[in-house]
């Protein structure tokens, strides 16, 4: 019982550190709307997330390690929306032309799902992320990119 309260709490962590990362004023930026879909997506230097929130999840914590996260919903004819599962593909290509594939690996936390991934990030590093993400039941994918600056700590 412990246990579960402990990862419960743990992934309540995560999300609110997922949702701090992104700024307010940016969210309409990091978020595709496209048919009944609605995608969420955000990075963050991994070193923001806390040692257990990092090793609950499978997350290296590392100043040269970028967060990529993903979140796919689809509309509810009440208005709200509902994680739904998706094949997510993702790459980033930093201001040199260094192209990472990306693996993104679903994770779940009660309702809510997300896609996982990291990328390598050098000193004062920019990327480039482009995402391809096919809902269940869509027949066609969704794209989008963004631009995201990390300052790793030294």
Same mark, same amino acid.
């Given at each position: 019982?412990? #246990?579960?309260? @402990?990862?419960?709490?743990?992934?309540?962590?995560?999300? %609110?550190a997922l949702l701090l990362s992104t700024?307010?004023?940016?969210?309409?930026?990091? @978020?595709?709307?496209?048919?009944?879909?609605?995608? &969420? &997506?955000? %990075?963050?230097?991994? @070193?923001?997330?806390?040692?257990?929130v990092a090793r609950n999840y499978g997350i290296t914590r590392s %100043?040269?390690?970028?967060?990529?996260?993903?979140?796919?919903?689809?509309?509810?004819?009440?208005?709200?929306?509902?994680?739904?599962? #998706?094949?997510?593909? #993702? %790459?980033?290509?930093?201001?040199?032309?260094?192209?990472?594939?990306?693996?993104?690996?679903?994770?779940?936390?009660?309702?809510?799902? &997300?896609?996982?991934?990291?990328?390598?990030?050098? #000193?004062?590093?920019?990327?480039?992320?482009?995402?391809?993400?096919?809902?269940?039941?869509?027949?066609?994918?969704?794209?989008?990119?963004?631009?995201?600056?990390?300052?790793?700590?030294?």
């Open positions: 019982m412990l #246990a579960r309260i @402990t990862l419960m709490l743990s992934g309540l962590l995560f999300a %609110a700024n307010r004023a940016h969210a309409e930026d990091n @978020t595709l709307e496209s048919g009944d879909y609605v995608v &969420y &997506y955000n %990075a963050l230097p991994s @070193t923001q997330l806390t040692p257990d %100043a040269s390690r970028a967060l990529l996260n993903v979140s796919v919903h689809r509309r509810n004819d009440d208005k709200t929306t509902s994680a739904v599962n #998706a094949l997510v593909k #993702a %790459a980033a290509t930093n201001t040199i032309g260094q192209r990472q594939e990306l693996r993104p690996r679903r994770v779940q936390d009660g309702e809510a799902i &997300y896609y996982l991934a990291e990328a390598r990030i050098t #000193a004062r590093d920019t990327l480039l992320f482009e995402l391809n993400i096919t809902p269940d039941g869509a027949t066609q994918p969704l794209h989008a990119q963004f631009q995201q600056e990390f300052f790793p700590e030294e």
